[in-house]
């Protein structure tokens, strides 16, 4: 039973969908080490959970092709994009092969061999802390163990299912 005893039941999942493409949200690439090489998705869902310790969380489709890295990885990076990144988020958001993801952008290994992309707003490197799974997705809970920043003062975001930039006022 609900609360104060109302049943209540969820929005369908086509008004909610829409509803969220409303709220605008960096855009980001996460991205881990597997046995078999680099693998990466574009996502949206990426926020602050705590500075102390430094935590983030970034959630994945358990269908999407990445997930079996992720679901063995100890670490993993969420590289934030900036306006020039935007065809680099529609390759990391396809279906393209990975060898091909990586072949675009610089990217370096990270001190926890996660790929980082050089040239990104910033990365966070993490360790994998817990993860919950909720639905169609996992939320995975990372400790930050590095931070790089880029030189690029404004951000890809997505909302209304497009892309936009922002950056910091001169």
Known sequence: MGIMGHNFETVESTLFRHGMS?????????????????????????????????????????????FPAFETARFFCVNTLAPNHEALSNLFGGKTAMTERFATGSWVEGKTGAPVLEDALVS???????????????????????????????????????????????
């Open 22 to 66: 409303r709220l605008g949200a960096a855009v980001n690439i996460v991205t881990t080490r597997a046995v078999d090489g680099p693998c990466g998705f574009t996502a949206s869902a990426v926020c602050s959970v705590s500075d102390t310790p430094a935590t983030l969380l970034a959630c994945i489709n358990r269908t999407n092709s990445c």
């Open 124 to 170: 966070f490197e993490c360790e994998l802390a817990h993860v919950v799974d909720q639905g169609t997705h996992r939320v995975l809970f990372g400790r930050v163990l590095g931070l790089s920043a880029g030189g690029n003062q404004e951000a890809l975001l997505y909302c209304a299912r497009r892309y936009l930039k922002v950056g910091v006022p001169s």
